[in-house]
C-alpha cells in the first residue's frame, strides 16, 4: 500500500480525503495532542479490525472513540452521568478519555469484547476537523505498532505507519506527548486505569474522590485481571533494554562509573546530562513533568536510533504529572528497578548529642559507618598504610611481630604541625576510602547508612553523603554533656568546646540541622529528618 503524507495548513484536500477514506472503511493517521492515532470509523467492524491488524494488536485490548462535540456522546453510551458533564465541561477537548457502558452501537471489535467504551473528545484542531468531516465517532489508539513507544512526531509515525495506512496527516509534535488519562465511571469510585495529562488532584477537584488502580505503577499478579486491559502487555518498550534507577542524583552518577558495560546509556533529565561521563539521551527538565511528558517517548526511540544496548532512567517521583512519566518508565522497563538507599552524613559539635542522633537512626534500620572502627583497621598488622607509616616515621614504631605501637607513632607524630600532616596525609585517604566503599556497599544493597564523622566537611566525606545532619546544641547543654560522659572538670571541658568550629559552621553547611532541645527529647526532630531523607526515594 502507499502511504500519502498530507499537511491540512498547507493542503486544502488533506481533511475531505481522510474524511472520505475513513467513511470508507480505511485507516488514516491523524495527529492528537498526546500522540499521533490511528483511526478508523469506531461503529464498523471491518474498519475497526484493519486497526489491530495494522498495529499488531491484541483484538482483546479495546479502543478509545473519540469525538467532535459533547453531544456525539449520547448515541455510544447507555447513559451520560452528571458526572460525566462536569468532567466534559472542565477537561474536553483535551487529554482525558471517559469509560461509560456503551450502547448497542459499539461493535465488539472496539469494545474489545467489553460491556463498556472508552470516549475521548481531542483538542488538536486537525483531529476534531476530521471528526466532525467524516461525520463518525473514531476509533483510534496510537499510531505505533503494538508494544514500542507511542509516536508523538510525525517521523515516527510514518516510521511506524508506512505501507500500512493510505494517509498520514503531518500535525506538527504533539503537546502532551504521553497518552490521555483513563479514567472509568463504569463501576463504583471513578478510578484512574491510566494516568496521563489530567492529573488526580486536578480529577479530585471535580469530583471528589479519585482512585488510582493498582496496575498503574505495579505489575499485575499472576492470577490478577486488568481493569483495563492495555495494562497487561509490556508496553512502550524500545528495543533498548531500560532499568529505573531510584535513588539520589549522586548515586545516580556514581552507578555509570561503577558500573561500566557496552553500549550502556543515560537517560536522564537535563540538568543531569552535563555531570556525565557516559553516553546520554535526555527527558526533560527535573521538576518539569510537562517537558517531561513531552520527551519521553521520542528518547526511547533515540536510544534505539543510537544503538544503546542498556538505559539506566532517572525517575520523577510518581505524583502530578509526574505518575504518567513513571507509569510509562515502568512499563517500559518491565518494572526492572535498581533501588540504591540514601547515604546521610552526620556531624556536629562535641557533646551535642550526635550518639544519640546515631542510635535513633540505627533503630530505623540504618548500617552505621564506624570511622573509628575504619581507621584502626587500616593500620592493623601487615596493612599497606603500616608500612608507609614505618617508612615515613621510623621502622620502630613497629613491634617485633610488625603490630603497631600506637604510643611511638604519636610521640613521632604530634611532635610538629608538619609531622601531624604527614601522618593525616597517609592515613586520612585511606580512611575516607574506606568510608566510601562500605557507605557505597550498603547503598547499593538498598541499606541506608549513616556516616558519624565528627568532621565531617573538614575531610571531605560530604562530598559522597546524598544528605548531611548536623546536631547542634546550646553552649551550656554541650558542656554538661561533655563533663558527664567523659568524667572530666568544667575547664577540661571548655578546653575541648574551645576547638570546635561554632555552631554557625555546622548550620550553614549541613542539608538539615537537628537543635538539641535542652534537656529535651531528639526522638521527633530525628523523626522528621528521616521523613525528610525519605521523601520519595528521591533526594538531590
Ligand atoms: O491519548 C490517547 O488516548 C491516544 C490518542 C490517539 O487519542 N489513544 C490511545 O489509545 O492511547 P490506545 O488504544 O493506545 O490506549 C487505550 C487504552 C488501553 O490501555 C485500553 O486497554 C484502554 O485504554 N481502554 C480502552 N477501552 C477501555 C474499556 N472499555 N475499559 C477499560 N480500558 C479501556
Ligand atoms: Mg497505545
Not at 571541658?493 to 535542652?518: G, K
Amino acid at each position: 500500500m502507499t502511504t500519502q503524507i498530507l499537511n491540512p495548513n498547507t493542503d486544502a484536500s488533506a481533511i475531505p480525503l481522510a474524511a472520505s477514506l475513513l467513511r470508507n472503511g480505511e485507516l488514516v493517521v491523524i495527529p492528537t495532542e498526546t500522540v499521533y492515532g490511528l483511526a478508523a470509523n469506531a461503529l464498523d467492524p471491518e474498519a475497526v479490525r484493519k486497526i489491530y491488524a495494522a498495529k499488531g494488536r491484541p483484538s482483546d485490548n479495546p479502543l478509545i472513540v473519540h469525538i467532535s462535540d459533547f453531544d456525539d456522546i449520547y448515541p455510544l453510551v447507555r447513559e451520560v452521568p452528571e458526572t460525566a458533564k462536569h468532567l466534559a465541561e472542565k477537561f474536553w477537548p483535551g487529554p482525558l478519555t471517559i469509560i461509560l457502558p456503551k450502547s448497542d452501537r459499539i461493535p465488539d471489535a472496539t469494545s474489545g469484547g467489553l460491556d463498556t467504551v472508552a470516549i475521548r473528545m481531542p483538542s488538536h484542531p486537525t483531529a476534531r476537523a476530521v471528526i466532525r468531516a467524516a461525520g463518525v465517532p473514531l476509533a483510534a489508539p496510537s499510531a505505533n505498532i503494538s508494544g514500542f513507544p507511542s509516536p508523538t512526531k510525525l517521523e515516527y509515525a510514518a516510521d511506524d505507519m508506512t505501507g500500512r495506512v493510505p494517509l498520514i496527516l503531518d500535525g506538527g509534535d504533539c503537546a502532551v506527548g504521553v497518552e490521555s488519562t483513563v479514567l472509568t465511571l463504569a463501576a463504583g469510585t471513578p478510578r484512574i486505569l491510566r494516568p496521563g495529562g489530567v492529573t488526580p488532584g486536578m480529577l479530585r477537584e471535580v469530583l471528589g474522590e479519585v482512585e488510582i488502580d493498582k496496575a498503574v505503577l505495579d505489575p499485575l499478579g499472576k492470577d490478577e485481571t486488568a481493569a483495563s486491559p492495555g495494562m497487561k502487555y509490556k508496553h512502550y518498550s524500545p528495543k533498548t533494554r531500560v532499568r529505573i534507577y531510584r535513588g539520589s542524583r549522586k548515586g545516580y552518577l556514581r552507578y555509570f562509573d561503577r558500573h561500566p558495560a557496552p553500549g550502556l546509556f543515560a537517560l536522564c533529565f537535563e540538568q543531569t546530562a552535563p555531570l556525565l561521563r557516559v553516553p546520554y539521551v535526555t527527558m526533560g527538565k527535573e521538576n518539569e513533568y510537562l517537558s517531561q511528558t513531552q520527551r519521553l517517548f521520542d528518547a526511547l526511540r533515540e536510544l534505539d536510533e543510537a544503538g544503546a544496548s542498556l538505559a539506566v532512567a532517572q525517575c520523577p517521583p510518581a505524583r502530578d504529572i509526574g505518575l504518567a512519566v513513571c507509569n510509562r518508565l515502568f512499563r517500559a522497563s518491565g518494572f526492572d528497578f535498581i533501588d540504591e538507599a540514601p547515604i546521610v552524613g552526620l556531624t556536629g559539635q562535641t557533646g551535642a548529642g550526635k550518639s544519640t542522633v546515631a542510635a535513633l537512626f540505627s533503630e530505623a534500620g540504618y548500617h552505621i559507618v564506624d570511622t573509628d572502627k575504619l581507621a584502626r583497621e587500616i593500620v592493623e598488622k601487615g596493612s599497606p598504610v603500616l608500612s608507609v607509616l614505618a617508612e615515613a616515621f621510623g621502622a620502630d614504631i613497629l613491634d617485633e611481630n610488625g603490630g603497631l605501637i600506637r604510643t611511638r607513632l604519636a610521640e613521632r607524630a604530634f611532635c610538629s604541625e608538619e609531622k601531624t600532616a604527614l601522618l593525616n596525609s597517609i592515613t586520612h585517604p585511606e580512611i575516607l576510602g574506606r568510608t566510601a566503599e562500605e557507605a557505597f556497599s550498603f547503598s547499593e544493597r538498598n541499606i541506608p547508612c549513616l556516616l558519624d564523622v565528627p568532621l565531617l566537611f573538614q575531610s571531605g566525606a560530604d562530598a559522597f553523603c546524598d544528605i548531611t545532619v548536623a546536631v547542634t546544641a546550646s553552649f551550656e547543654t554541650r558542656k554538661h554533656r561533655i563533663m558527664a560522659r567523659d568524667g572530666i572538670s568544667e575547664d577540661a571541658a571548655l578546653l575541648r568546646m574551645r576547638a570546635q568550629e561554632p555552631e554557625e559552621y555546622y548550620a550553614s553547611r549541613a542539608d538539615i540541622v537537628i537543635q538539641n532541645p535542652d534537656g529535651g527529647d531528639l526522638t521527633k526532630a530525628v523523626r522528621a529528618a528521616l521523613e525528610r531523607i525519605q521523601t520519595n526515594g528521591v533526594f538531590a
